[in-house]
Structures are given as structure tokens and as C-alpha cells.
């Protein structure tokens, strides 16, 4: 609270005798006091003494002492006033949400109704703990309108009117923050009531800082304990020089935006090169935007080109930013943030970390940043809120990040669930270029016919808004349809309306000398041939699909994989190698798992004749080639298929007689390595258990006393240990005389097995690194 400032003036209380709370006087020495504390003291919580003119805490502080008397205290209402309002209100509300009609809501009660309900109020089980016998009892005295009786006759629907709703969606916008109102409990409150859009009041504030002063080992909110685990912490160490900082921004404009379009150039660089010469000026929002584009920058670069313009290692480089990064999220409040710039920098920050972070927590921090763009309401067009025409372009842009972002990671998490088709409206951007759109503009851009900066990411939006929308026909094949077959021609003739669409809009203006249009070109045909290979796999999977559909489907995946090899081996497309790189940019997966089955000879594949089988095994090895991370991680999916690879090259013919080739050994010297540290485990848990039974029987031969022991941790661990689990006697041992090594080992191999039972990846030999370690 802020105290009134200093003055030399001294109000003067009113007098005794003229006061209305003092009609009567007062007498003796409390004739100088007043019956209330002054407005001072009141504001600032402490203690008046109430003299007049001027209190002692005004005195001190030199505040100018106001005495005022309070307002009279609200009289008691009766209960029944109290419940005829509340009914008044619940009326309003259905009136305004279309739940009750004006008829019925003005109808009056009878005797007979008035009955009925006071009954239920007072009889019903249901009710009896929730209700008071007060409230029935006041039911009698309920005035004539309170309209009771809608409750008993009137069939009321559940069902919000679309309409209704879409009218009275509100966005509450400013100072480059954006806060969406779609709530129908938030809806009924005037912005005043709503407060600002920076809405934390200072005390909160206060006692946030305070709070990570002195406990700056400790999270503010959960999430961010678990993802970033720390409090607020400066940076300005972490600033790049200001020929660095340029370096950075000049390689994220050229390696990152064309593929992402989230940024505006022009605005950005100046901010960049404001801060870059004096970091100290940099608005947390700010400071959050420039780490995430210096890291992704040196994500985008190889180790050689960061020692040749940096000066340094791509790991030392990557490392530093990658921390700054999280930390800087953290100094900015990201998960409650408004601001624009803030989800800026999350989504590029998650878009370069694809590899960082295993499948399901990046499914679950894409999972944040979806529900971050619905809370600024950008699921829902900025034309339509009444936002600026830069603006409007700018969160259509960053939505159509959002996602494909989550969409992808939903896939592999394998949990297939991302945003839902129906819950967004938001337009696609226009297809226009940078210059065409600044802040402050007023009309909205013309767009473009042809190609523009925007051509990949429109092409990408285009795709997407057309699975997401037809998602349940394409991919939602009824119950009753096993085998697809009725759906077939529906699907494909979707596809091909698509295509028709994706091809006429932009495809069509791409010239492929152009890197970035070749992108364009590789992204849109691939994604129709993964469409075409999905609907058939469903058919393959419910074993209704022929020899003819096999093939075709064999087909259709190795033109996939063939796309994926075009795109390695295209030189212009070496700074794109950031996206590129990423096995599942073409639907890779499933194309990649059906040509493995198929060289298997499964159920479901086709046999391949041996011109077939080295033309596939060619095609396999190249990805092998261009995604080296398939061999090296550990992630499930990655692992399952290298063992499908080594099944299908052990299963080929005799008479296919090909050199083993070095993905394939690789793949299996994994394998073998995966079944020797396995079988260690068992070998030392099997030891472990035989140590604690001749332990055990050591420990029972004893004499009787408790456990003590003298030395390091570990023997004073297994002390409490032996006393708590390896002996169920009143025994008292003494472990210096027992063979103390025997004791630590127990200790170690129970702690060991309760480890694994608390977090099962100590199992599997997961590193389980903390984010700020893993490079």
C-alpha cells in the first residue's frame, strides 16, 4: 500500500462536539480521542491512537491525519429478501444465456408450486447437506415474480447458442498484450471490473520478488519447477557482443524465418540491434524474443561455421543459449504471460528444441503452448476481434505455427491428439511480403498472386487447414466400415481436391531453382502422397486390402522416402538442414515403417522381387544416411525401428545375397550392447538378493544390541538400513563386526531397486540429465 506523501499541512479533526458519532459527548480524558482510526492509519494497517487534531503515527510520519466517519453498518437482511434476489439473479442469467424464456421467467408462483418446492428443499436426499431448512421455510414469504415455477414445467435447453456466443466473445487488447474473454462466467464483467491486462497488483508483485529473493532455489508455479526449475536470475552475462548479436540475427533471418514467418523483420531488427549495444535497456519480453532467436540460430548452424564467426563450439554455443533461453521464459512469467512477444519466443524456442526433449514432454510443453495462444484468444481471427491489420496478419502468422507444432508432437508422443479442428476459426495469413505490413497501419494489405516470402508457410497452412478440417474423413473411418472400402472414393476424392487447391495456389508459382520453393514443392506433393498412403495402410491393417493395393501403397512409400533424399542432397537446402533433418517433415514414419515390413515379408507387406528388394534396401540406407540421430537416440520409436530393420535384413532370401551394409551392423551392435547391459541388471539384482539372505543370517548369529556404526555416509546409511529393513528381531548388532562391505552393498542394492520402482527410466539407462545439461 503507498502511504500519502509528506505535507506540512495538518488537517484538523472535527470537533467533539460537532461530530454525529459523538452526539452525546464524552467525558474525562477520552475527550480528546475519536472513536475511529484516522484514514491514514486505515490505509497503511497500523495502529491509531486516535488523538486529536493529529494522531502520534501522522505525527512521525508527517502524513496529514483525516478523521472520517465510517459508513453505518448494512442492516440485517431477512432471509427472504436474501433469496428472492438470488432468484432474481439466477433468472437474469438464463434469460441472457437463452436458458429461460421471458414468459416463463415473469410467471407467478402459486400456493400449490410454493408447496411443492419447500417440500423438496426440506425432504430431498440429495439436497439435505447442500440446503438449508431456512431457505424452505422462506420459500412462503417469496414474492409473486420470483418465477419458481420455470423450474418445474419448463424444458430448458444445454446447448449455448453459436451465435449467441460468438457475439458476446470479447478480446481484451494493449501495449502488445492480448488476453481472450470466451468464458461465459467472465463474459457478464465489464473490462473495469476485469481490471487491466497487466492485472497482478503490487502487492502480489512484491511478494514474488521477495519470494525469489530469499528462496531463489524454488519455482514459482510447478511447471516452470519441473521444466526450468529456478527463479529470477540476471543475464546480462549471457548477452552477446554487439557484432555477435548481429551475426546471430543475420543468420536467423536467412536459415530460420523463411520457414517459420512468426517475426516481423523489419521491426525486430531494430529492437536487436538497440539491446545488442546495451543489454541493460531489454524489457524481459524483449530478452526472451532475442535469446530464443540467437539459440535457434546456432541450432541452425554446423560446429564449423560457429567456430568461424563466433569463435567458439556449436555444444558451448548451443549450451549457453540453450539455457539463457528457458531462464530468460522464466524471468518473463511465460506461463501466465499476454504478451505477444513472449509466445514469440516460446514457439521458436520449442520449434529449434525437437531433439532436446523426449516425445511426451515435448508433446506436454507443445500441450502449454497451445493453451498460452488460446488464453491470448489467437485461435479465434484477430479481423473478427477488431484487432489492427498488422496484428492480424502477425497472430495468423504465429497460430499457424502452434499447430502443425502440436499436431506433430501429439504423433509422436503417440497420442494423436492436437488441437481440435473445431475449436479455431482463425484465418490463414494473407499471401504477402514484409514490406507490405508494419505497425500503426490502418487498411488492410492487398495480397499477392504468386509467390512471396510467405510460400512455404502457406502451402504448409493450406495442407493443414484441409486435414485438419476433413480430419474425420480422412482419417476417422467409421466403426462399421473395417476395411475402408466405402469411404475410399470419398477420401480420394478429397485428396485430390486438395492437391487441386495446394497445387493451383501456390505450388504452381514455384520456380525449383529457388531453395525455399523446391521446399515448397517437396512439402506439398509429399503430403499428398502420405494422404494416399495412410487411407490405404487402414485397408492393409484390416487385412482386406489386395496384392494390387499392397504395391501401390510399397509405392507410394518409397516416393516419400525418395522426396526425403531429394531434400538432403539439394546444396541450397544445406541452411534449412534444421527442418529438413527432421524425419517426420514428410510423413516419413509411416512410409518408412511400410517399406521395412515390406522387405520382412510380414503379413501385410508384398514380396519383392530381388531388383525390388536392393532398389528398397538403397532407399532405407539413404535414410539411414541422412538421419544419423535414428542410429544414436534412444527414443522407442527410433529404437523399434532399427530392430524392425535388422529383423527385415535378417529375413531377406538366400538368393538376395547382399553385403551387409554398415547401418545394419551399427543397428545390431546396439541391440547386442541393449542385451548385455540387460542382462548385467538381472546378474547384479539376482547377486543382490543372494547378499541379503547371507546378510540376513549373519546379522540373526549376532548378539543382542542395535545396530551401530562408525564412518562414512554409506555405513551410516546402511545402518538405518539394516535397523529398518534387514533385520524383523529385536536383535542388536554391531556392523564394525560384521563385515561392514556386505552391509554398504545391501544398502546400495536396495536403494538401487527403490530408485528404479520411483522413476522406472533408471531402468532402461536414460540419462535422466537435468534440461540445462543436455547440449
Request: charged letters at 25%; hydrophobic letters at 35%.
Amino acid at each position: 500500500m503507498s502511504e500519502h506523501p509528506p505535507s506540512s499541512r495538518t488537517a484538523i479533526a472535527p470537533t467533539l462536539g460537532h461530530s454525529p458519532a459523538l452526539n452525546g459527548g464524552v467525558k474525562g480524558d477520552l475527550a480528546d480521542k475519536m472513536p475511529y482510526a484516522c484514514q491514514a492509519c486505515t490505509k497503511r494497517k497500523v495502529k491509531c491512537d486516535k488523538v486529536t487534531p493529529t494522531c502520534f503515527a501522522c505525527r512521525r510520519s508527517k502524513a496529514e491525519c483525516v478523521y472520517q466517519a465510517p459508513p453505518p453498518r448494512r442492516r440485517k437482511r431477512k432471509l427472504i429478501d436474501d433469496v428472492t434476489e438470488r432468484l432474481v439473479q439466477y433468472e437474469q442469467v438464463l434469460l441472457e444465456n437463452g436458458l429461460l424464456s421471458k414468459e416463463a421467467a415473469t410467471s407467478v408462483v402459486n400456493d400449490e408450486e410454493k408447496t411443492s418446492l419447500k417440500t423438496f428443499l426440506k425432504t430431498s436426499p440429495l439436497n439435505a447437506e447442500l440446503v438449508s431448512p431456512y431457505i424452505a421455510d422462506a420459500v412462503d414469504e417469496a414474492t409473486p415474480s420470483s418465477g419458481m415455477s420455470t423450474l418445474a414445467g419448463q424444458k430448458m435447453s444445454l446447448h449455448w447458442s453459436e451465435g449467441e456466443s460468438a457475439s458476446k466473445d470479447r478480446l481484451i487488447a494493449g501495449q502488445g498484450k492480448s488476453r481472450y474473454i470466451g468464458s461465459h462466467l467472465w463474459r457478464n464483467l465489464n473490462e473495469d471490473e476485469m481490471g487491466p491486462i497487466d492485472e497482478d497488483d503490487e502487492e502480489e508483485e512484491e511478494r514474488q520478488r521477495q519470494y525469489s529473493t530469499h528462496a531463489s532455489f524454488s519455482a514459482q508455479d510447478p511447471l516452470t519447477g519441473a521444466f526450468m526449475g529456478g527463479a529470477n536470475r540476471s543475464l546480462l552475462q549471457y548477452h552477446p557482443t554487439h557484432q555477435e548479436a548481429m551475426v546471430l540475427w543475420k543468420t536467423h533471418v536467412e536459415n530460420v524465418e523463411p520457414l517459420c514467418k512468426v517475426l516481423h523483420i523489419s521491426s525486430i531488427s531494430t529492437m536487436v540491434t538497440t539491446v545488442s549495444q546495451q543489454p541493460v535497456t531489454a524489457s524481459k519480453s524483449d530478452e526472451c524474443l532475442l535469446f530464443a532467436i540467437y539459440h535457434f540460430a546456432i541450432v541452425s548452424m554446423t560446429n564449423e561455421e560457429c567456430q568461424r564467426r563466433i569463435g567458439h563450439s556449436r555444444a558451448v554455443l548451443k549450451q549457453d543459449y540453450h539455457y539463457a533461453t528457458r531462464q530468460a521464459l522464466v524471468n518473463a512469467s511465460w506461463l501466465k504471460t499476454t504478451e505477444m512477444a513472449v509466445l514469440q519466443a516460446l514457439v521458436l524456442f520449442l520449434l529449434s528444441c525437437r531433439y532436446s526433449y523426449d516425445p511426451h514432454t515435448y508433446w506436454i510443453l507443445t500441450g502449454v503452448a497451445v493453451r498460452i495462444t488460446q488464453r491470448m484468444g489467437l485461435h479465434h481471427d484477430g479481423e473478427a476481434l477488431g484487432m489492427s491489420p498488422f496484428e492480424v496478419q502477425m497472430r495468423r502468422r504465429l497460430f499457424y505455427q502452434v499447430v502443425p507444432l502440436d499436431g506433430v508432437a501429439s504423433q509422436l508422443s503417440g497420442t494423436g491428439v492436437g488441437i481440435l479442428a473445431d475449436t479455431w476459426d482463425t484465418k490463414p495469413p494473407l499471401n504477402i511480403n514484409d514490406d507490405q505490413i508494419w505497425p500503426g497501419m490502418t487498411e488492410q494489405p492487398t495480397e499477392q498472386k504468386g509467390a512471396t516470402e510467405m510460400i512455404f508457410c502457406l502451402t504448409r497452412a493450406c495442407i493443414g487447414v484441409a486435414v485438419a478440417k476433413s480430419g474425420k474423413v480422412l482419417y476417422g473411418i467409421s466403426n462399421n466400415d473395417t476395411d475402408g472400402s466405402k469411404n475410399m472414393s470419398q477420401m480420394e476424392q478429397l485428396i485430390n481436391t486438395i492437391e487441386s487447391d495446394v497445387e493451383e495456389k501456390y505450388i504452381r508459382y514455384c520456380d525449383i531453382i529457388n531453395p525455399l520453393h523446391f521446399l515448397a514443392v517437396g512439402l506439398g506433393r509429399s503430403a499428398m502422397v502420405a494422404m494416399r498412403l495412410r487411407i490405404r495402410l487402414h485397408k492393409i491393417r484390416a487385412g482386406t486390402a489386395t496384392d494390387s493395393e499392397k504395391r501401390d501403397a510399397c509405392h507410394l512409400a518409397q516416393k516419400i522416402l525418395d522426396t526425403d533424399s531429394a531434400a538432403h542432397a539439394h546444396a541450397g537446402l544445406h541452411k534449412f538442414k534444421w527442418h529438413t533433418g527432421a524425419f517426420f517433415a514428410w510423413g516419413s514414419w509411416d512410409a518408412f515403417i511400410y517399406v521395412l515390413t515390406c522387405l520382412q515379408q510380414r503379413a501385410g507387406g508384398i514380396v519383392l522381387d530381388r531388383v525390388e528388394s536392393e532398389r528398397a534396401w538403397e532407399k532405407v540406407e539413404g535414410v539411414y544416411a541422412n538421419h544419423d540421430e535414428l542410429l544414436k537416440s534412444g527414443q522407442a520409436l527410433h529404437v523399434a525401428a532399427g530392430r524392425l530393420a535388422v529383423k527385415a535384413w535378417d529375413a531377406r532370401p538366400q538368393r538376395h545375397a547382399l553385403a551387409e551394409p554398415e547401418f545394419i551392423a551399427r543397428l545390431r551392435l546396439r541391440r547386442e550392447e541393449s542385451l548385455r547391459r540387460r542382462a548385467e541388471k538381472e546378474r547384479s539384482r539376482s547377486e543382490g538378493v543372494g547378499i541379503a539372505h547371507s546378510l540376513r543370517a549373519k546379522l540373526l548369529g549376532q548378539s543382542d544390541r542395535k545396530v551401530h556404526c562408525s564412518g562414512g555416509a554409506d555405513r551410516h546409511n546402511a545402518c538405518g538400513f539394516l535397523n529398518s529393513h534387514a533385520l524383523r528381531t529385536s536383535d542388536d548388532v554391531d556392523v564394525d563386526c560384521i563385515q561392514p562391505e556386505l552391509a554398504v552393498s545391501l544398502y546400495a542394492v536396495r536403494a538401487r531397486e527403490s530408485a528404479v520402482a520411483s522413476d522406472p527410466t533408471l531402468s532402461t539407462g536414460s540419462t535422466g540429465k537435468h534440461p540445462r545439461d543436455l547440449v
